[in-house]
């Protein structure tokens, strides 16, 4: 398992919109490294005749009828945002571009 | 700032253009993609959410299954294969369009792949192939406040409704479209409309581009003349319109072309279409902002549709529309022009409807493009909305071939119509509109404006029958119309011999 760079590491932080500081960024790459190691050492458990999975549950097609339930009220809906304006979630101004 | 462009032509004889579109197509499910939530147009804001399509912590998506049947149909519509077994992934990006900060998706395991679709451009046709139909879901609107035109660009803040966030969409990728020469920017619109109609035939989405129900991305790079190579191509995002998305191509196959005169690099980016100038701005730049993180979706379960559902739902397929109007228009005798006037009106369906009732073609488009056209137009809707059935014109018109009506009292039927009085013979009784075949009645009229006209009825005496025409105005307007002019005109030159 290669280990994680400071590199990477910023590389995320921004992806994520995380300001992290030279030192921050200093702790956390070999912290990283250490957990992803730990979970690499799974790999070395499963032998050859264990598939890969994304799922625990072997299931497929779980599927919904094509059916209107209640969701919530616009207040309860909004009642979480730090602003609320014309019923709508206000946000900071957005930087970058409309996807 | 201005782009510098080069003129259409100019750019033909040195660069070749290729194509790519994506299609976002709004299904019409009656829920979301992955909640209960309704997905109806144009409702007050944030209120059609709830904690799963406004990504609060813990809430669960479960897939709608109609969605996963339409986008199933709308694969096999397009000679797509279905994948036996796929999942679906997170596309991880930050915009408050998209709560849960990721998008539901689909990644490197498409639910349809490997189509076509043949389109034709002026008796020309173009396969189009098709890379991969996936699944994903639709994002919230954002409006933008403080910015001079409601554009992000100088906005203060941004104002967000989640109505739409998870309706299902589904994204229609075609693979490089290359080869169409001149006839690029014709065979993007071609393409995009021949799909918009079979997504209508299959009837899984309202397909209205102006609503955004149908939104198309175009792709398009430039490379030498005979090179055979692929140029760096740029994204233009939302055309919302069949024809912005012929100019669309055109605006940037030119502007490429500048560039590239100049011995300037095309920038890998997406661009805004502008459909007020007809131009394409810069948008971001294809960089480490697209670096999606995708990762298989541990909340949902694979999709794994089993081959007699699939076959099942091939059975459910209407006939290629391209094909149907090929059909039709040989069956109807119409020629190229009838023929687009008719699709172009959206009469189509009710054309054949009334013809399968028993009308002439020629009689059933002559309503149908004629008066019905009409008052569709007056109502700002399509003819297939309108308050007549093909039953009603098929029965309008076998009342006028049998001499019953003629089409001033046809058309005061419809009037009837409108007006919800009843059948179309309930109307006839209740409004007193059948012919008045009673010769006894008849030569009394005639009688009368021979006598109101003596001038006239001298001139056809003295074999002026042209003038008969007044005479019958006469007559027609004392029957108050229901009186068959021909009869009129008979009974005239027999009195005045």
Redesign the interface.
């Known amino acids: 398992m290669p280990e994680i760079t400071r590199a990477e590491v910023a590389?995320l932080a921004?992806?994520?919109?995380i300001d992290l500081s030279d030192d921050e960024l200093d702790h956390l790459a070999p912290q990283l490294s250490v957990i992803l190691e730990s979970v690499a050492s799974i790999s070395g458990v499963a032998g050859d005749d264990v598939p890969p999975t994304?799922?625990a549950?072997p299931?497929?097609?779980?599927?919904?009828?094509?059916?209107?339930?209640?969701?919530?009220?616009?207040e309860q809906?909004?009642s979480g945002a730090p602003a609320v304006?014309?019923?709508?979630?206000?946000?900071?101004?957005?930087l970058?571009?409309?996807? | 700032m201005t782009d510098t462009l080069v003129a259409f032509d100019d750019v033909l004889a040195t660069y070749d253009p290729a194509l790519g579109l994506e299609v976002h197509v709004e299904l019409n499910t009656n829920s979301k993609m992955f909640c209960g939530c309704p997905t109806e147009f144009g409702a007050e804001p944030n209120t059609q959410v709830c904690p799963t399509c406004l990504g609060l912590p813990g809430a669960m998506p479960v897939v709608n299954g109609k969605a996963v049947e339409s986008a199933i149909r709308i694969g096999l519509a397009l000679n797509c294969d279905i994948a036996e077994w796929c999942r679906f992934a997170r596309k991880n990006y930050f915009y408050p369009d998209m709560p849960k900060n990721f998008q539901t998706s689909q990644y490197d395991e498409p639910i349809c792949f490997d189509g076509y679709m043949d389109v034709d451009v002026d008796g020309e046709t173009f396969r189009v192939e098709i890379e991969r139909a996936h699944m994903e879901e639709d994002t919230g609107k954002s409006l933008h406040v403080g910015g001079a035109t409601g554009r992000i660009h100088g906005a203060d803040h941004s104002l967000v409704d989640y109505n739409r966030a998870g309706i299902p969409l589904i994204e229609i990728v075609t693979k490089p479209i290359r080869g169409a020469g001149a006839k690029a920017p014709d065979v993007a619109r071609a393409y995009v409309a021949q799909l918009r109609d079979l997504i209508v035939a299959l009837g899984v989405s309202d397909a209205r581009m102006d609503q955004g129900s149908i939104r198309a991305d175009v792709n398009l790079s430039l490379s030498p003349k005979g090179s055979g190579t692929l140029g760096t191509r740029t994204e233009t995002k939302n055309v919302n319109s069949l024809r912005s998305v012929e100019r669309a191509v055109r605006y940037e196959m030119s502007r490429h072309a500048a560039v590239l005169d100049a011995g300037e690099k095309i920038l890998q980016e997406t661009r805004h279409w502008h459909e007020d100038t007809g131009v394409t701005t810069s948008g971001r730049e294809k960089s480490d902002a697209e670096d999606y993180r995708y990762f298989p979706e541990p909340d949902l379960v694979p999709v794994a549709p089993s081959r007699e559902w699939v076959e099942e739902l091939r059975g459910t397929l209407p006939e290629n529309p391209t094909a149907r109007r090929a059909r039709l228009q040989a069956e109807w005798g119409f020629s190229d022009l009838e023929m687009r006037d008719t699709v172009g009106a959206g009469a189509l369906d009710v054309i054949e409807q009334t013809i399968a009732a028993g009308t002439t073609p020629q009689a059933a488009r002559k309503w149908w493009l004629g008066e019905l056209a009409r008052r569709a137009n007056e109502q700002g809707v399509l003819v297939d909305a309108l308050p007549v059935t093909p039953a009603d014109v098929a029965r309008v018109q076998a009342l006028v071939d049998e001499g019953s009506l003629n089409d001033k009292l046809a058309r005061q039927v419809f009037d009837g119509l409108f007006a919800g009085e009843g059948t179309p013979d309930e109307i006839v009784a209740a409004r007193g509109l059948a012919i008045v075949s009673d010769d006894g009645a008849l030569s009394t009229a005639v009688d009368n404006a021979i006598a109101a006209n003596p001038d006239v009825a001298d001139k056809i005496r003295d074999g002026k029958v042209a003038a008969a025409g007044a005479l019958i105005g006469a007559v027609m307007k004392e029957m108050r119309g229901q009186a068959d002019a021909g009869r009129v005109r008979e009974l005239i030159l027999e009195k005045l011999s």
């Open positions: 590389h921004n992806l994520a919109r994304s799922h549950l299931l497929t097609n779980v599927f919904r009828e094509d059916v209107v339930t209640p969701g919530l009220t616009p809906a909004l304006e014309e019923q709508r979630f206000s946000v900071p101004r957005i970058g571009e409309e996807q």
